[in-house]
């Protein structure tokens, strides 16, 4: 769960981005996302990030919204991710990581003769992202923890205590909300909280409603 290492300044992040749709995939910032590329669209644009600024818009399709003649519709808030891991497999395959930044609202979408989709996008309302650690005294970090210890303990898993317990606030809690396995609505919730506090308060919310669904009285605890 280390948070990476992108000092990128509101003023760094182009007016038009590469954007990959793709539901359920959640990134925020600082947090990782690791992307298996296969698609020769999304082949070309990891070869143009990696030629360019290495930026790549992440945001999920809006199935909800009727389709366009470029592709599905899209949400209107995503998240733009920085390039930090590139390896190619045997058979053609990117292995990628995201290391998010922050997150946009989309303005519009651009013509383009690239194989892949380019958004106009406005980072504005979301200052706040390239702020290290804003908001986390707000953050109950002990709901957050009980939340995550009754979630592995009903579902029989293990995890590194000690460096759940050292990892920082916003970095534990943007962490579980992009590896958390809930449905594309539950990430697109998260996504546009409106602080850290809010998503924190969310994950716990999502979190024991699921648990609640879940045959059995299970309470979880902190080893």
């Known amino acids: 769960m280390a948070a990476n290492r992108n000092y990128l300044a509101p003023a760094d992040i182009p007016l038009v981005i ?27 644009m990891v070869d143009d990030a990696l030629g360019g600024a290495r930026l790549i818009g992440m945001i999920q ?16 808030v995503g998240c ?42 406005d980072t504005g309302t979301f200052a706040e992202d390239f702020d290290v650690s ?14 995550l ?3 592995l303990d009903a579902n029989k898993l293990e995890a590194d205590w000690d460096g759940i317990r050292q990892a920082g606030t916003e970095t ?11 449905g594309a609505l539950e990430k697109q919730a998260l996504l546009e909280a409106d602080n850290l506090k809010a998503r924190a308060d969310m994950l716990v919310a999502i ?5 609640a669904r879940m045959p059995g009285d299970r309470e979880g605890s902190l080893q």
């Open 18 to 44: 590469p954007v990959f749709p793709l539901t359920g995939a959640l990134l925020l910032p600082r947090a990782e996302l690791p992307l298996n590329i296969f698609e020769p669209r999304y082949l070309a």
């Open 61 to 76: 399709p809006d199935e909800a919204a009727p389709a366009s003649a470029r592709g599905p519709a899209v949400h209107k």
């Open 80 to 121: 733009v991710g920085r390039l930090t891991q590139f390896g190619e497999t045997g058979d053609g395959r990117y292995l990628i990581t995201l290391s998010g930044i922050c997150r946009f609202r989309v303005v519009e979408e651009m013509p383009v003769t690239t194989p892949y989709r380019q958004f106009r996008i």
């Open 134 to 147: 804003a908001g986390e005294a707000e953050v109950d970090r002990d709901a957050v923890l009980a939340a």
């Open 149 to 151: 210890a009754a979630f």
């Open 172 to 182: 534990l809690v943007n962490a579980l909300s992009v590896m958390s396995p809930y």
């Open 207 to 211: 979190t024991q409603m699921m648990l």
